[in-house]
């Protein structure tokens, strides 16, 4: 038996809740797939089509190919489920009610977000060995988690993207304690942010964000941080001692399809067990993958608490 709609919608802001993230920053920052009964497929290009010169005579043709390859990876099915005390809601404040379901939509959102950063660090980690066309099959790691976020280390992660021949805009998510590092270089403290409004993270109030030379750099909170030595954990307010691993990516260099992500929870009484508890769930297809290499860059600094002024 449903629940009636005011459970999910009425909204009042008088519960206190542990701070988290609330997830979705990175929809549409990467390359959609095709899919086809749970199959996800990306198109993959290689090689390049050169000119010649012509003698003058009659001559043969010399015909050329791209080498095109379509990546196929199996979609992932996710959910999450909360029980409420069927005799609870009745004595449940609209608040109570709203909360639980922004936790479950929540939920579905920063599973989004993991998706992408997964397979980032899968890519870094193994590459993607079936790209056509010759070339790496390994992002580059630029850093070796000694030494703080600077300014210069971004700028050549950008360069090395752009110096391939990419005319796309840039993302670099980053923690808040990164953000702050880098805004004590004038030249990027003083930037506004210019490019991809209607991305989530460019709406959020609570995302610090430049563009600085096309490079999207958005702070994003630190639960989102999960690779490297020094990887976030539930509860914590600093950073351990170590190194954190971040990403930068083009749009077309990875591969993100969630074709099947439900953030309005469904609520239904839980036949079968006593007292027919109310069993809220929300589910998440999809999946994500590395496609080009030299589009994506992983950038291995320390993790930092504090800022410091650069010399």
Request: glycine letters at 10%.
């Amino acid at each position: 038996m449903p629940v009636e709609a005011w459970f999910k919608e009425k909204i009042r802001d008088d519960v206190a809740t542990r701070l988290k993230s609330k997830g979705g920053f990175l929809d549409g920052t990467m390359k959609t797939g095709e899919n086809v009964a749970g199959t996800v497929k990306f198109p993959i290009a290689g090689g390049r089509i050169k000119m010649y010169k012509l003698s003058g005579a009659i001559e043969e043709v010399r015909p050329q190919g791209l080498d095109i390859d379509v990546v196929s990876l199996q979609a992932s099915d996710y959910t999450a489920e909360a029980t409420i005390r069927n005799q609870d809601t009745l004595r449940q404040a609209p608040s109570y009610q709203a909360e639980v379901s922004d936790a479950m939509a929540k939920s579905v959102r920063m599973k989004r977000d993991n998706l992408k950063f997964d397979a980032l660090d899968a890519f870094c980690n193994v590459g993607n060995a079936n790209i056509p066309g010759g070339g790496p099959t390994v992002p580059k790691t630029i850093g070796d988690g000694s030494a703080r976020i600077d300014l210069p280390f971004v700028n050549r992660a950008a360069a090395q993207v752009r110096g391939v021949g990419s005319d796309e805009e840039i993302y670099y998510p980053i923690p808040f304690m990164w953000f702050e590092q880098l805004c004590w270089y004038k030249e990027f403290s003083s930037k506004d942010y210019q490019g991809d409004k209607d991305l989530p993270f460019a709406q959020s109030g609570i995302v610090d964000k430049k563009t600085w030379k096309g490079i999207h750099i958005m702070a994003l909170p630190d639960e989102h941080f999960n690779y490297g030595t020094a990887k976030w954990v539930e509860g914590q307010d600093e950073w351990a001692a170590g190194y954190l691993d971040t990403f930068m990516w083009t749009k077309s260099a990875v591969g993100c399809e969630t074709f099947w992500s439900k953030e309005q929870m469904d609520i239904n009484e839980w036949i079968g067990k006593a007292g027919k508890p109310l069993l809220c769930d929300t589910a998440l297809s999809g999946a994500a993958i590395g496609l080009l290499p030299e589009g994506v860059k992983r950038l291995r600094y320390l993790a930092i608490n504090d800022t410091v002024r650069p010399t």
